[in-house]
């Protein structure tokens, strides 16, 4: 199991240095002066200068790589221009509302696909499987921010159960600060419990399939003690598959249901500054959310070695 995770964390260092890499690149590529569009049109070519000083675009592009790889193992993200603190505080601050918002979410999409998954595959073919089927690809198909509209004019405008956007800080106590983020949470886990469930019914019907629960059938096992005992852990690979990936997309992409809800998340920070165009900004955001990403990868990687032996004795 060590060598295997030793392997695992070799290949997530590798994989950041590349994405490092490539970010600061794309960004870089980028045509037009950040100095010149933070300052306006109406800046002398002096202030520009000093501001190309400031945020250190004088020098190559692998002395300004370095310097930046350099900050983020350090710690320091560099400071933003347009916030005038440091990105490590933005991030801070903006954080507490993202992950709150991806974990919130991630759980309500496990909770409803799970027993859902489990229902179609125990029926399959019949009623309520096609019921379900039929669901969860109208929840695939229909965009999150269509759903998150949908759900501010029922419990926001309507019924008045919630707040339409903004997020009261978590210094105004937990349940408020959960409530703020109910309706995005729920937005943003509907369409991923729609894949989820899809997943884990597929999974379950490949797996029931087997010599082994048959076998555990003749033995006398009935066909809920096969699917729980036997079938499910079998069929969790794929499913922590999709969680991984499901938890990465909810961190790092959630930019529309954050402008659409008013959320000072770290989505909207992004958004805030690719049209600010402040580049060490985006640049560290970005690095961060790949390094989550890449994060939540390894740990799925070990979650498989401890779901699967097989994986440990390769390694």
Do not use: C
Request: charged share 15%; proline share 4%; no cysteine.
């Amino acid at each position: 199991m060590l060598r295997y995770a030793l392997s695992r964390a070799l290949s997530l260092a590798l994989s950041l240095l590349v994405a490092s890499a490539v970010i600061f690149a794309v960004i870089e590529v980028i045509p037009g002066d950040p100095a010149s569009y933070m300052l306006g049109l109406n800046a002398t070519p002096e202030a520009v200068a000093a501001l190309r000083d400031q945020l250190g675009l004088d020098g190559s592009l692998l002395s300004r790589y370095l310097h930046w790889l350099g900050g983020m193992l350090s710690g320091d993200f560099g400071t933003s221009y347009t916030y005038k603190v440091p990105v490590s505080e933005l991030v801070a601050q903006r954080l507490w509302v993202s992950l709150p918002l991806a974990l919130y979410a991630l759980v309500l999409s496990t909770l409803i696909a799970f027993p859902v998954g489990l229902i179609a595959a125990a029926r399959r073919g019949s009623v309520t499987d096609y019921g379900i089927m039929g669901a969860t690809q109208l929840g695939i198909a229909v965009p999150n921010f269509w759903f998150a509209m949908l759900l501010v004019l029922v419990f926001a405008v309507n019924l008045r159960w919630f707040s339409a956007g903004g997020f009261p800080g978590w210094d105004a106590g937990l349940l408020p600060g959960l409530k703020a983020l109910t309706l995005p949470a729920v937005a943003l886990a509907l369409p991923q419990a729609s894949i989820l469930a899809r997943v884990m019914r597929s999974a379950l019907i490949e797996t029931l399939g087997q010599d082994y629960i048959r076998t555990a059938r003749a033995k006398g096992l009935s066909r809920r003690q096969a699917t729980t005992r036997h079938a499910l852990r079998n069929a969790m690979i794929p499913v922590l598959t999709i969680i991984g990936l499901q938890f990465s997309f909810l961190l790092a992409g959630a930019i529309i249901i954050e402008n659409v809800f008013f959320l000072p998340g770290l989505g909207r920070l992004i958004f805030q500054g690719i049209t600010q165009r402040d580049l060490i900004v985006v640049e560290s955001l970005v690095m961060l959310l790949v390094f989550a990403v890449i994060l939540v990868t390894f740990l799925v990687d070990l979650a498989y070695a401890a779901v699967d032996p097989r994986l440990r004795r390769t390694a």
